[in-house]
């Protein structure tokens, strides 16, 4: 859990002179002396203080960034996604079960279809799964379990075949109550992949698979971030409460109340501005919901440190910081208001760790070394959007350009396209046929391959610059951070210069990116 002691103010005057505002390429960090080895720094830090992350990465709740597929990749390295808000509530639930049953300890409650359905009904229900798994337990009319049906069983029956007709009669099951070591010696022993559990009654109590527990066991996967179960973390936008909108309130905490029930490990109050009677008197109504649910709960997005200490008085224990500063962003181009983001972040940081809360850098991150200026203005990690949007996984259309060139679509949440679309333009209040005023564009980005050789790269930099700062960890970055502000022409000196390149660099790309 990060420190509640309040950080040494000796950033403040650098930060806050004759009100100037600060980017990321306006600074850089100066080395230290160093032991640090980049190869042996830790990379733990924290969504919220109860929440860890493996490495400071969580993904954007946008809808050409997050959905399932991509949430569970980014947890599968260490770090947590943000789905976006769907309309069809029942959607962004499904999307939360399938990155929760990804990987799982004991599944409690596992998918079930009766013995008088059919093979069609199978079918259907798998789908509703998008076929992420492909047993289910079989009940009676009564609840109890009767069988098991899985695809060795299925495919060679007939859709019209009545489950009974061809599922595992005697499926191994126990009554005894097993820890996960338990269940892993005990299938060993048995040889089985699948291991019911069952009250004395009968009736079911959850499930193990083999492939799950021996994943927890034998420690292959220390990286991938999962809750106490063993199942994958992950999070959700769930939009606000509109004051001018009757039925927002209801739709709200349906919304909510599914997701937790799906395990949600953390709800997402995000919008444009943060600091707004809707969005506090929402975090405050979401907050009852800790007294039955234990979730992280995150707000946004705001730039000031009067901004995030109203989301802390309302009750966040997460702040998402930024305010125009995304490339799809036109908030200050449009509305003429913003901080610049290292300013933002710093200013917003402060407020957190003065109240034991953790701060999330949101935009204006381009390359590796700009989260590493973030972590040393205070953020505990950073949300990713167009870096995300690049690869394999993202939610984005996939698009082939000129010269058989693949990319990516990648918009703003307040561009036209999402404004007049009935699927997102809620987020902002708006409605598919009304005019609209954007504060966002939407693109395409060079498609970069699987999210995993992206996270490589990030954390990759942030390891050297950890081993350049002499810092060992994620909280010593901050501690040993010293800022200098640089020129025009020390900008100009960052990057490559003199010379025309002839190949791109994996974490320096001059196509598609700048």
Not at 153 to 158: G, H, I, M, P, V
Request: glycine fraction near 10%.
């Amino acid at each position: 859990m990060p420190s509640k002691k309040l950080q040494r103010d000796r950033f403040f005057e650098f930060f806050n002179r004759r009100s100037e505002a600060l980017t990321f390429d306006d600074v850089l960090l100066e080395p230290r002396r160093s032991v640090v080895v980049p190869r042996d720094v830790s990379f733990k830090t924290w969504l919220t203080p109860e929440i860890p992350l493996h490495i400071p990465l969580v993904s954007a709740d946008m809808d050409t960034v997050t959905e399932d597929e991509f949430g569970i990749e980014i947890a599968k390295q260490g770090g947590m996604g943000f789905l976006w808000k769907h309309p069809d509530i029942d959607v962004q639930v499904g999307w939360a079960q399938t990155v929760k049953y990804a990987f799982n300890k004991l599944i409690d409650k596992p998918v079930t279809i009766l013995d008088t359905q059919t093979k069609k009904d199978i079918r259907e229900t798998l789908a509703r799964y998008k076929n992420e798994f492909s047993s289910l337990v079989v009940l009676d009319n009564s609840g109890k379990v009767v069988g098991l049906v899985t695809r060795d069983q299925t495919k060679f029956a007939k859709d019209s075949d009545i489950v009974r007709k061809f599922m595992v009669r005697e499926p191994v099951k126990t009554s005894r109550v097993m820890d996960v070591r338990a269940a892993y010696d005990f299938m060993r022993k048995n040889r089985t992949g699948k291991l019911i559990m069952v009250n004395r009654n009968g009736t079911l109590r959850g499930l193990y698979t083999f492939k799950d527990v021996a994943e927890i066991v034998e420690g292959a996967t220390p990286m991938f971030n999962r809750d106490g179960d063993g199942r994958l973390r992950v999070g959700a936008n769930v939009g606000f409460i509109d004051s001018g909108d009757t039925k927002s309130r209801d739709n709200f905490f349906e919304r909510a109340e599914k997701l937790l029930e799906a395990r949600c490990d953390a709800l997402l109050i995000g919008t444009a501005h943060g600091d707004t009677d809707n969005v506090l008197n929402s975090v405050q109504a979401l907050k009852g919901l800790k007294r039955k649910y234990d979730f992280g709960l995150v707000a946004g997005n705001v730039a000031t440190y009067s901004g995030a200490m109203d989301l802390i008085r309302a009750g966040v224990d997460a702040i998402k910081i930024g305010i125009g500063a995304g490339s799809i962003c036109t908030t200050r181009i449009v509305a003429g208001v913003g901080v610049p983001q290292l300013t933002a972040v710093y200013n917003c940081a402060r407020a957190a760790k003065r109240w034991g809360k953790t701060a999330i850098a949101d935009g204006g991150i381009r390359y590796s070394g700009d989260i590493m200026k973030a972590i040393a203005a205070g953020a505990d990690c950073a949300m990713i959007g167009s870096l995300f949007a690049a690869t394999d996984e993202s939610a984005g259309e996939k698009i082939v350009g000129k010269g058989g060139a693949r990319y990516k679509s990648y918009r703003g949440m307040g561009s036209v396209g999402a404004m007049r679309d009935n699927k997102t333009a809620d987020r902002y209040g708006w409605k598919g046929a009304e005019k609209s005023v954007p504060e966002g564009v939407e693109g395409r980005v060079l498609l970069r391959g699987p999210v995993a050789d992206e996270v490589y790269q990030l954390v990759g930099g942030i390891k050297n610059g950890m081993g350049y700062l002499g810092a060992g960890t994620i909280p010593e970055i901050a501690s040993r951070a010293r800022f200098i502000r640089i020129s025009s022409a020390g900008q100009i000196e960052s990057h490559p210069h003199d010379i025309e390149i002839t190949e791109d660099s994996p974490n320096y790309p001059t196509g598609g990116r700048r």
